[in-house]
């Protein structure tokens, strides 16, 4: 598509329950971030993909969390047994890459995730 | 953890006046990009720089790649309403691949 895109806009649910949130890229981006941003707050990194290469998950805060993507394609997010802490903005950004030197990141309008 | 620091945190300004906000870091970056971000929605790009010393315009923003790599600058020039919003730096840090670290961010409102 033209742009990044995410989904669900919004998610609302219980707190212990699974939720999964779904990135589709720009065509032709390699690269693919999931960042988190609480209300008021920056980008916190979460993960990052990159072609077939392992992903960088050094930003997942625990093991709740967990990312996959296929290919150069669409990406999940999971987060089991969400907690009220987990409320946040999840925005997915993907970039294309030449030659090692990263693009501009290109960012989707992000899934607003609330725990009640 | 957080590597690069932005300031000021927040600005009020008279429309009309120009903007100065910075992105410093202890660490040297390859590529510096600068988004704003409105309530409610993704970051948007709106300048990117590749190479030390680089200054680029578009529009009334201005942004430059410090010589050190490890700095950048964003003016606006007559700000206007619309520019309200969140600006961020960002970037990916030298020889650490394509990981790309934010900025805090800088919260500018413009007071008609």
């Known amino acids: 598509g033209a742009g990044v895109s995410q989904s669900p806009s919004n998610k609302v649910t219980e707190k212990g329950k699974d939720v999964e949130l779904r990135c589709d890229p720009i065509?032709?981006?390699?690269?693919l971030y999931w960042y988190r941003q609480r209300l008021g707050q920056g980008l916190e990194f979460l993960i990052y993909?990159?072609?077939?290469?392992?992903?960088?998950k050094s930003g997942l805060p625990s093991d709740r969390f967990s990312a996959e993507r296929t290919g150069e394609s669409v990406s999940t997010l999971t987060i089991q047994r969400t907690q009220q802490e987990d409320s946040a903005v999840y925005l997915c950004?993907?970039?294309?890459?030449?030659?090692?030197?990263?693009?501009?990141?290109?960012f989707g309008e992000g899934s607003r995730l609330t725990v009640l | 953890g957080q590597q690069l620091n932005q300031s000021p945190q927040s600005m009020f300004i008279q429309e009309g006046e120009d903007v100065s906000m910075n992105c410093t870091s202890s660490?040297?970056?390859?590529?510096w990009l600068w988004y704003k971000q409105d309530p409610g929605e993704g970051p948007v790009l709106l300048i990117a720089?590749?190479?030390?010393?680089e200054l680029t315009s578009n529009g009334r923003l201005t942004a430059q790649f410090g010589i050190t790599r490890k700095d950048s600058f964003l003016n606006i020039s007559a700000s206007i309403p619309s520019d309200v919003g969140i600006y961020f730096c960002?970037?990916?840090?030298?020889?650490?691949?394509?990981?790309?670290?934010f900025g805090t961010g800088t919260s500018l409102t413009v007071i008609p």
């Open positions: 950004a993907s970039s294309r890459t030449s030659g090692g030197v990263s693009g501009e990141l290109f």
């Open positions: 065509s032709g981006h390699t690269a």
């Open positions: 993909f990159q072609g077939n290469s392992a992903p960088d």
């Open positions: 660490s040297i970056f390859n590529t």
């Open positions: 720089l590749y190479k030390a010393g």
């Open positions: 960002a970037g990916p840090r030298a020889y650490t691949g394509n990981q790309f670290y």
